[in-house]
């Protein structure tokens, strides 16, 4: 890649010698813009951990707008588990649910649960959440399961 392109600047380099036509100039400019992209592409192993580092931001930015979204709509339930709700982090109240998969507890979450344990408003009560919004509270509700057996509190939880 980079010496077909110093192949090609230097050929425009010739021809601009022979000829200062505005036509030649443009190429001289693309040939350096050819160069550059392939420069740019050059190392691939740095380009897969800026792919990785973009990922777990994006990740990191999901859990923090649903961390703001859970607060506002779901904690006065599932932070103290009044009326039977899963308490955020609990490893026992959210196993079974787990097991069911995540496109399930988004269904319900979504559309409300009139259930055995207890009852839950669709979309917590907040009407104006979208889907995408549920999906991203589940996203931080999940991330939040313990995975310690003896540790199950809702203060120190195990990501
Ligand atoms: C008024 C109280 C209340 C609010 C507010 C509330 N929930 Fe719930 N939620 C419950 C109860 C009670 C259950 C358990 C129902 C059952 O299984 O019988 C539950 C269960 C769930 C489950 C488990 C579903 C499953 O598959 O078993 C999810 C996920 C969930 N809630 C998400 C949310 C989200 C997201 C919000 C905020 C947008 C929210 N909840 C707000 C009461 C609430």
Redo the contacts with the bound molecule.
């Keep these: 890649m980079r010496n077909t392109a110093v192949i090609i600047i230097s050929f425009s380099m010739i021809q601009h010698s022979f000829s200062t036509s505005r036509k030649h100039l443009q190429h001289l400019v693309l040939a350096g813009l050819f160069l550059l992209g392939a420069c740019s592409t050059q190392n691939q192993s740095d380009d897969e951990s800026a792919a990785k580092t973009a990922k777990e931001s994006v990740l990191n930015l999901k859990l923090a707008a649903g961390k703001t979204?859970?607060e506002s709509?779901?904690?006065?339930?599932?932070d103290s588990g009044?009326?039977?709700?899963?308490k955020l982090g609990n490893k026992e109240a959210?196993s079974?649910?787990m097991a069911?998969g995540k496109d399930?507890?988004?269904?319900?979450?979504i559309t409300g649960?009139?259930?055995?344990?207890?009852?839950?408003?669709p979309?917590?009560?907040?009407t104006s959440?979208t889907d995408e919004?549920?999906k991203t509270?589940?996203l931080y509700?999940?991330s939040k399961i313990n995975t310690s057996e003896e540790n199950t509190s809702v203060e120190s939880p195990v990501l």
């Design positions: 979204l859970y709509n779901c904690a006065a339930c599932h009044s009326s039977g709700a899963p959210w079974g649910r069911e399930v507890m988004i269904k319900k979450a649960i009139d259930g055995k344990i207890g009852m839950m408003p979309r917590g009560g907040n959440l919004d549920v509270v589940i509700m999940t």
